[in-house]
T-cell receptor, first 113, second 112 residues
Framework: DTAVSQTPKYLVTQMGNDKSIKCEQNLGHDTMYWYKQDSKKFLKIMFSYNNKELIINETVPNRFSPKSPDKAHLNLHINSLELGDSAVYFC????????????FGPGTRLLVL | GENVEQHPSTLSVQEGDSAVIKCTYSDSASNYFPWYKQELGKGPQLIIDIRSNVGEKKDQRIAVTLNKTAKHFSLHITETQPEDSAVYFCAALGGYGNKLVFGAGTILRVKS
């Protein structure tokens, strides 16, 4: 009964490749997020979707493209991977009552070689 | 925009002692302040939160205090246990209410 799940858990790939990370939540939440956590553990929001609509788009390179097929899923596609993209990517969701309480997934550890 | 600073970056305490982590924020319109615990290899988990209309909140061994005038809030853990060892993040919901801004994290080590 995982609340927020992500696949894959680990992703090792070569520079220049294109990869996708998937996220699903079974909490009935309306809002979903992608965060990036760098090697120093700093956690920063990348994108936020509410009912499949983009509401937050931080200054993220356009090589990163989120896609929300329905309000339970938010996927992250990354084109032309670079070394600096290596990080842990977390998906999160929050309930319709407000965006305050966010529930995080287990993370996807991306290593670009 | 909102800026959150967190101190200390690392904290070592003896089992049974108390631990205090402090955060300051810049946006006086921020109104929601959660604390997250991140264990090794896992995602952040909400442990306690406080809203701007409350000065203190307690949940068993964990408490959070908020000083709106000074724009700082603190996490207090009493009777620490080895399983409290983790990275703790504070966060503030910006005045526009559209995103959480996180502090840099505190690595807490509880020595038994």
């Amino acid at each position: 009964d995982t609340a927020v799940s992500q696949t894959p858990k680990y992703l090792v790939t070569q520079m220049g490749n294109d990869k996708s990370i998937k996220c699903e939540q079974n909490l009935g939440h309306d809002t979903m997020y992608w965060y990036k956590q760098d090697s120093k553990k700093f956690l920063k929001i990348m994108f936020s979707y509410n009912n499949k609509e983009l509401i937050i788009n931080e200054t993220v390179p356009n090589r990163f493209s989120p896609k929300s097929p329905d309000k339970a899923h938010l996927n992250l596609h990354i084109n032309s991977l670079e070394l600096g993209d290596s990080a842990v990517y977390f998906c999160a969701s929050s309930p319709p009552s407000g965006i305050e309480t966010q529930y995080f997934g287990p993370g996807t550890r991306l290593l670009v070689l | 925009g909102e800026n959150v600073e967190q101190h200390p970056s690392t904290l070592s305490v003896q089992e049974g002692d108390s631990a205090v982590i402090k955060c300051t924020y810049s946006d006086s319109a921020s109104n929601y302040f959660p604390w997250y615990k991140q264990e090794l290899g896992k995602g952040p988990q909400l442990i306690i939160d406080i809203r701007s209309n409350v000065g203190e909140k307690k949940d068993q061994r964990i408490a959070v205090t908020l000083n709106k005038t000074a724009k700082h809030f603190s996490l207090h853990i009493t009777e620490t246990q080895p399983e409290d060892s983790a990275v703790y993040f504070c966060a503030a919901l910006g005045g526009y209410g559209n995103k959480l801004v996180f502090g840099a994290g505190t690595i807490l080590r509880v020595k038994s």
